[in-house]
């Protein structure tokens, strides 16, 4: 585990967009796994920016969601999230955009590794020490691709709600489980305000535990973890 502290989250958005940078310009095709939410919206614009200046640049670059939540007929909540934060403002091509879905998840991790597997994936933490769809206490760590069940007794599902006002639940997500995430060649986690204070210190001292499944990502062999000022301030 490599762990980096910076100023600000601007500082950590460009840090980790130029990791992701150096990866997408190599002679080759890359394959990159990112999230949705509202951490690595930075991130995006420094890519978007690159993206439509050099589009020659990237076209082999191929992308990969790691995880989705379909509530009644609205798209996925993860790729509408991409698509609006990178997918369309960077005008990435349908083709080089690989979604993981209710349909195709247990075909997921075969696909992937058929297309060369994945050479980087930018993911975030949640102050439930969730990464990916994995969330606290519903989380298998064995599973590699898998369904994760939506429970009225975890504490997640009141917030999963208030996401979804007005729309009945589905039984589960889909998501890569921390067997796929092994495969990865490196992960990069970035972390960012003082929310997300506690969540780091838990992920860095506790004992692996479904009760905080982030504590599991420091199994992986390249881990780069990305942290701004307030985030790392208990560290």
């Not at 994936?121 to 206490?137: K, S």
């Not at 992960?187 to 992920?203: D, Q, R, S, T």
Request: proline residues 5%; neutral net charge; glycine residues 6%.
């Amino acid at each position: 585990m490599k762990k980096i502290i910076v100023d600000s989250y601007k500082e950590m958005s460009e840090l980790a967009a130029s990791i992701l940078l150096s990866e997408m310009t190599k002679d080759k095709r890359t394959n990159i796994s990112i999230t949705a939410g509202a951490t690595p919206k930075g991130v995006y614009k420094i890519l978007t920016k690159w993206y439509l200046k050099y589009p020659e640049s990237f076209i082999d670059t191929y992308f990969y969601s790691f995880d989705e939540v379909e509530v009644g007929s609205l798209p996925g909540a993860t790729i509408t999230d991409l698509n609006e934060s990178f997918y369309k403002p960077a005008k990435i091509p349908r083709k080089r955009i690989n979604s993981l879905t209710y349909a195709n998840y247990q075909e997921y991790d075969q696909l992937i590794k058929e297309d060369g597997g994945l050479d980087i994936m930018m993911l975030g933490l949640g102050q439930d020490g969730h990464f990916c769809g994995n969330m606290p206490y519903g989380t298998d760590l064995r599973q590699f691709t898998y369904k994760l069940p939506i429970k009225e007794e975890y504490p997640w599902y009141r917030a999963l709600q208030e996401l979804f006002p007005g729309q009945d639940l589905p039984e589960y997500f889909v998501t890569m489980g921390m067997r796929s995430l092994m495969k990865v060649k490196h992960l990069i986690l970035i972390v960012n305000g003082k929310a997300k204070a506690e969540a780091v210190k838990k992920m860095l001292t506790l004992d692996v535990t479904n009760e905080f499944p982030a504590t599991a990502l420091l199994q992986h062999p390249n881990l780069t973890i990305i942290l701004d000022q307030e985030a790392a301030q208990i560290v």
